[in-house]
């Protein structure tokens, strides 16, 4: 498996410009998760989907920011429209969760450096 | 609310060398652990999980420590090599419910100099 992919890799764009991140889970898996990453406030988690369903989206900062899982196989990420303090490194995970007691590990794809100017 | 921290921030040492990296949380009613790597650039690579009633795992020259009561776990790297220097983050699931997930630290930068 190629892993979970994302796209794309680097992001430049100005402020007010719509800004969608693409990610497309590994083979199999259930769960969905994104995170940003910033030096300040480190990894956090922005939405969770199960099974397709967005399940914890207490993390979306603001209703600039939606998620979408149409599939098992992508999910999208816009920021609409987007500000300077949206620059971060967006990080796309997913695992496989069989059940109230699974302890399963996260795999993450490479992120998308975003940078808005 | 969970909070977890590494410390220390960043960590220098020379090849060889065995290494301690500390991740401590607030609260110990968790459901387990993970250590991550993160290369520069790169996404996290899950390196060790840790079930709540495990006291400790290990794989090759690492091996993770768990205290829950202390709200402590430890990464050991045995005989450091170059090849080791990445950030190293910790991060701690409070249940298996579906809607439970990971808290991270921020984590430890680690160089280990030839």
């Known amino acids: 498996d190629a892993g979970v992919i994302q796209s794309p890799r680097h992001e430049v764009t100005e402020m007010g410009q719509e800004v969608t991140l693409r990610c497309k889970p590994i083979?199999?898996?259930?769960?969905l998760f994104w995170y940003r990453q910033t030096m300040m406030r480190g990894l956090e988690l922005l939405i969770y989907?199960?099974?397709?369903?967005?399940?914890?989206d207490s993390g979306m900062p603001e209703d600039r920011f939606s998620a979408k899982m149409p599939n098992a196989s992508f999910s999208t990420l816009k920021i609409q429209p987007s500000e300077p303090r949206d620059s971060a490194v967006y990080f796309c995970?997913?695992?496989?969760?069989?059940?109230?007691?699974?302890?399963?590990?996260?795999?993450f794809g490479s992120g998308t450096q975003l940078s808005v100017l | 609310k969970q909070e977890v921290t590494q410390i220390p921030a960043a960590l220098s040492v020379p090849e060889g060398e065995n290494l301690v990296l500390n991740c401590s949380f607030t609260?110990?009613?968790?459901?387990?652990l993970q250590w991550f790597r993160q290369d520069p650039g790169k996404g996290l690579t899950s390196l060790l999980l840790?079930?709540?009633?495990?006291r400790e795992q290990t794989s090759g020259r690492l091996n993770a420590s768990l205290d829950k009561s202390s709200g402590r776990s430890t990464l050991y790297i045995a005989a450091s090599q170059p090849g080791d220097s990445a950030t190293y983050l910790c991060?701690?699931?409070?249940?298996?419910?579906?809607?439970?997930?990971?808290?991270f630290g921020p984590g430890t930068r680690l160089s280990v100099l030839p």
């Open positions: 083979s199999g898996h259930n769960s």
């Open positions: 995970a997913s695992s496989f969760r069989a059940g109230p007691t699974t302890n399963e590990k996260l795999f």
């Open positions: 840790i079930q709540s009633s495990q």
């Open positions: 989907f199960n099974n397709n369903v967005p399940i914890d």
């Open positions: 609260d110990s009613a968790i459901y387990n």
């Open positions: 991060a701690v699931r409070r249940s298996g419910n579906y809607g439970q997930n990971f808290v």
